[in-house]
């Protein structure tokens, strides 16, 4: 384990071919305020930049993966402050990098993980839930819709009526429910959540990184295009595919009964 970066706010360790990427707020619940807001762009691009992380985890230190945003820390002059400029100029170039990023992210996900956390938790490609968590819509307790694009993974997970029940109702979600209803891959013992989440991205990390790439790409675009399109853009990624070397090297180490020695070209 080493780790990378020089922060106060978030934890970024390696582990091999793996990063985690830690919300370092604890006596705080992991919730959003400037500093942290400021650093996790800083570290989320660290990681995607850096072309031997193969597999990114994302999770929180202490009790919570994150409470949501810091109530506590709203700027000194009110008057000109427009909570727009924070979540496009702020939040969403975060959330963006994690959804287009070249590689997977799995959530991790101990404890809460409530309103523009919940927004983290669900942009990963892969979620991993302790058994005591869970991924609560805080909103509508203080009269507020979601943001960060949680309104986009709850209806595109859930269906429009399931959606706007957990919104309007603040239902806690617990672990075994996210499960059910695809919020989550997996569900695991508490005191073995980043254990079991880094056994599986290491997993993840042994496959062949252009597959990976160009699949969640494919995903991406397919929830938004019709068929038509779809078909057209998975032509054009299987065509970067298979002209690659790693796609020769796959052939050759299959025909020679060995594990593929991947490259990411």
Same mark, same amino acid.
């Given at each position: 384990?080493?780790?990378?970066?020089?922060?106060?706010?978030?934890?970024?360790?390696?582990?091999?071919?793996?990063?985690?990427?830690?919300?370092?707020?604890?006596?705080?619940?992991?919730?959003?305020?400037?500093?942290?807001?400021?650093?996790?762009?800083?570290?989320?691009?660290?990681?995607?930049?850096?072309?031997?992380?193969?597999?990114?985890?994302?999770?929180?230190?202490?009790?919570?993966?994150?409470?949501?945003?810091?109530?506590?820390?709203? !700027?000194?002059?009110?008057?000109?402050?427009?909570?727009?400029?924070?979540?496009?100029?702020?939040?969403?170039?975060?959330?963006?990098?994690?959804?287009?990023?070249?590689?997977?992210?799995?959530?991790?996900?101990?404890?809460?993980?409530?309103?523009?956390?919940?927004?983290?938790?669900?942009?990963?490609?892969? +979620?991993?839930?302790?058994?005591?968590?869970?991924?609560?819509?805080?909103?509508?307790?203080?009269?507020?819709?979601?943001?960060?694009?949680?309104?986009?993974?709850?209806?595109?997970?859930?269906?429009?009526?399931?959606?706007? *029940?957990?919104?309007?109702?603040?239902?806690?979600?617990?672990?075994?429910?996210?499960?059910?209803?695809?919020?989550?891959?997996?569900?695991? !013992?508490?005191?073995?959540?980043?254990?079991? +989440?880094?056994?599986?991205? +290491? *997993?993840?990390?042994?496959?062949? !990184?252009?597959?990976?790439?160009?699949?969640?790409?494919?995903?991406?675009?397919?929830? *938004?295009?019709?068929?038509?399109? +779809?078909?057209?853009?998975?032509?054009?990624?299987?065509?970067?595919?298979?002209?690659?070397?790693?796609?020769?090297?796959?052939?050759?180490?299959?025909?020679?009964?060995?594990?593929?020695?991947?490259?990411?070209?």
């Amino acid at each position: 384990v080493c780790a990378m970066g020089n922060y106060s706010t978030v934890l970024v360790e390696r582990h091999g071919a793996v990063a985690v990427v830690s919300l370092n707020r604890p006596d705080k619940l992991n919730s959003f305020d400037g500093a942290l807001r400021r650093e996790l762009l800083h570290a989320v691009r660290e990681v995607n930049d850096d072309a031997s992380v193969r597999v990114v985890v994302l999770t929180g230190v202490g009790r919570s993966f994150s409470a949501g945003a810091d109530l506590g820390d709203m !700027p000194a002059d009110k008057t000109h402050f427009r909570v727009e400029d924070q979540l496009n100029g702020e939040y969403k170039p975060m959330l963006m990098e994690i959804f287009a990023a070249p590689k997977p992210w799995i959530s991790a996900i101990n404890g809460a993980c409530a309103g523009i956390g919940s927004a983290f938790g669900m942009v990963c490609d892969l +979620t991993v839930m302790a058994e005591d968590a869970y991924i609560y819509q805080a909103f509508a307790a203080i009269g507020l819709v979601p943001d960060g694009g949680a309104s986009w993974h709850l209806v595109r997970t859930l269906g429009r009526k399931r959606a706007y *029940e957990v919104i309007v109702t603040g239902e806690k979600i617990r672990a075994d429910k996210c499960l059910q209803w695809g919020l989550c891959n997996r569900v695991v !013992p508490a005191d073995k959540l980043l254990a079991e +989440t880094l056994a599986w991205a +290491t *997993e993840i990390a042994g496959k062949a !990184p252009l597959s990976l790439r160009y699949a969640k790409q494919a995903l991406n675009a397919a929830i *938004e295009d019709p068929v038509s399109d +779809t078909i057209t853009k998975e032509a054009s990624l299987q065509h970067i595919c298979i002209t690659s070397e790693d796609a020769q090297e796959g052939v050759i180490a299959f025909m020679q009964k060995r594990a593929p020695e991947w490259r990411g070209r």
